[in-house]
């Protein structure tokens, strides 16, 4: 039995240069078209290709874990390549398939005449399918961890955007809140204004609401925790933009703005601290 698996795990490292071009055959254009798009060369591909045949052929007669190991690296090695080329990962995966398929091919012959005992191919498969299936598993952990990664700063770029802290002076900002506000948004605004007011070491932010459509008890008690808090680090905080409908309606639902400094524009809040709109 061993006899067989170290004569089948020859052949395929003998053949591996054969098999790797083989491989070419039955790429499918999507992924040949990513490769073209990229700056991978073929010479380097099929150097993979064939060292990957290489570990499969020596998982059947050396010592198995090293190898898989091996296979690991290789993986990983190989994964984080195709995605910083931006090769799709069902077409990443699609070509483990083709290595067993190409593995069989070679052994036709063999196989016809049933010259290999069928416990023979069953244990061929038991080693060489985990590997292939260790390397799927690899591949698809690398591009998970990378959309992860995207999704991330896709988000922290949302954030800045929906939360603009924008320094306009010495120690001054201003915060434009624009769109309804919801818990999450609303804590998103308390937590970047602290942040950003340590940041650029604020004296002063005016946080501009003229673009919130409405104005109920809730957000009226949230922008008094905002400009409480902020008070707390040493920052003087001016709510500015109460639009007149916003403020008849605050005044109909009986909400409190007595707590909040506010202002009726940024250009009355950038006057009182010195800041002359004019010559801005």
């Known amino acids: 039995m061993k006899e067989e698996l170290k004569y089948i795990g020859n ?12 491989i070419e055959n039955y790429e499918q254009e999507s992924y040949v078209s990513s490769i073209n798009q990229s700056d991978l060369t073929r010479e ?24 898989k190991e ?14 910083d080329k931006g090769i799709p990962l069902n077409e990443t995966i699609a070509t483990m398939g083709y290595y ?7 052994f036709d012959k063999e196989l016809q005449e049933n010259q290999f005992a069928a416990i023979t191919v069953l244990d061929v498969n038991k ?7 260790q390397v799927i598993f690899q591949f698809s952990q ?3 961890r990378h959309n992860n990664e995207a999704y991330e700063k896709a988000q922290d770029k949302l ?7 924008v320094p306009i002076a010495d120690r001054v900002a201003v915060l434009p809140v624009i769109g309804e506000l919801d818990p999450e948004r609303a804590q998103l605004i308390m937590e970047k204004s602290l942040e950003k007011s340590s940041k650029y070491q604020l004296q002063y932010l005016l946080i501009d609401i003229s673009g919130v459509p409405e104005i109920d008890a809730t957000l009226a008690h949230f922008l008094f925790q905002v400009s409480h808090s902020l008070e707390l680090v040493g920052v003087d905080t001016t709510l500015t933009g109460i639009r007149p409908e ?19 524009n940024l250009k009355q809040a950038l006057n009182e601290i010195g800041i002359s709109v004019e010559k801005a």
């Not at 052949?11 to 083989?22: A, C, G, P, Q, S």
């Not at 591909?45 to 010592?63: A, D, T, V």
Request: charged letters at 25%; proline letters at 2%; glycine letters at 4%.
């Open 44 to 67: 380097q591909i099929r150097e993979w290709r064939s060292y990957f045949f290489q570990l499969l052929g020596e998982s059947l007669f050396e010592n198995y874990e090293e190898v």
């Open 127 to 133: 080693f060489i399918n985990p590997l292939l299936d």
């Open 159 to 165: 954030t800045q955007l929906s939360v603009p802290v």
């Open 11 to 22: 052949r395929i490292i003998e053949f591996r240069h054969e098999l790797t071009l083989e």
């Open 70 to 83: 091996k296979v690991t690296n290789w993986a990983n090695e190989i994964g984080e390549k195709a995605v």
């Open 100 to 106: 067993r398929t190409l593995i069989w091919k070679t």
């Open 246 to 264: 916003i403020a008849r309606s605050v005044v109909e639902r009986g909400v409190d703005f007595t707590q909040v400094k506010t202002r009726a």
């Open 142 to 144: 690398i591009y998970i």
